[in-house]
C-alpha cells in the first residue's frame, strides 16, 4: 500500500500563488499515474491535472489551464501542482491520488486526505 500526504494549502489572497506538495511513502511513486483533484462540499469530485509515470505528459482541465502546472519529482516521490492566478473560485479540498492505467484512462486506487486551499477575495 501506498500512503500518500498533502501539504501546501492555505489561505492565499485573489490573483495569488500556492504550491502543493503530494508525498508519498510504502511504495516507490514511479509505479503510479499521479494526479491531483478537487472537491467542494456538496459536490462532485473535479479533476484538475494527471501527469505519467515519467513525467514527460501532463493533462490539466480546461478550467485550470495556463494557472495550474502539475509536476513531479520521482526521486523525491513527490508530485507536485503549482497553482498561480489564483480565483476564489479554486476554493476546495484538494486531493492527490495514485493508480494505474494510462494517462487518458487512468484507474485511482490511492488516494491522500486532502489539503485546503482558500482563496480570499
Known amino acids: 500500500q501506498v500512503q500518500l500526504h498533502e501539504s501546501g494549502g492555505g489561505l492565499v489572497q485573489d490573483g495569488g500563488s500556492l504550491r502543493l506538495s503530494c508525498a508519498a511513502s510504502?511504495?516507490?511513486?514511479?509505479?503510479?499515474?499521479m494526479g491531483w483533484f478537487r472537491q467542494a462540499p456538496g459536490k462532485e469530485r473535479e479533476f484538475v491535472a494527471v501527469i505519467d509515470r515519467t513525467g514527460t505528459y501532463a493533462v490539466s482541465a480546461d478550467s485550470v489551464q495556463g494557472r495550474f502546472t502539475i509536476s513531479r519529482d520521482n526521486a523525491e516521490n513527490t508530485v507536485y501542482l503549482q497553482m498561480n492566478s489564483l480565483k476564489h473560485g479554486d476554493t476546495d479540498d484538494y486531493c492527490c491520488?495514485?493508480?494505474?492505467?494510462?494517462?487518458?484512462?487512468?484507474?485511482?486506487?490511492?488516494w491522500g486526505q486532502g489539503t485546503q486551499v482558500t482563496v480570499s477575495s
Open positions: 491520488a495514485a493508480g494505474g492505467g494510462d494517462l487518458v484512462d487512468a484507474a485511482f486506487d490511492y
Open positions: 510504502g511504495r516507490t511513486l514511479s509505479m503510479y499515474v
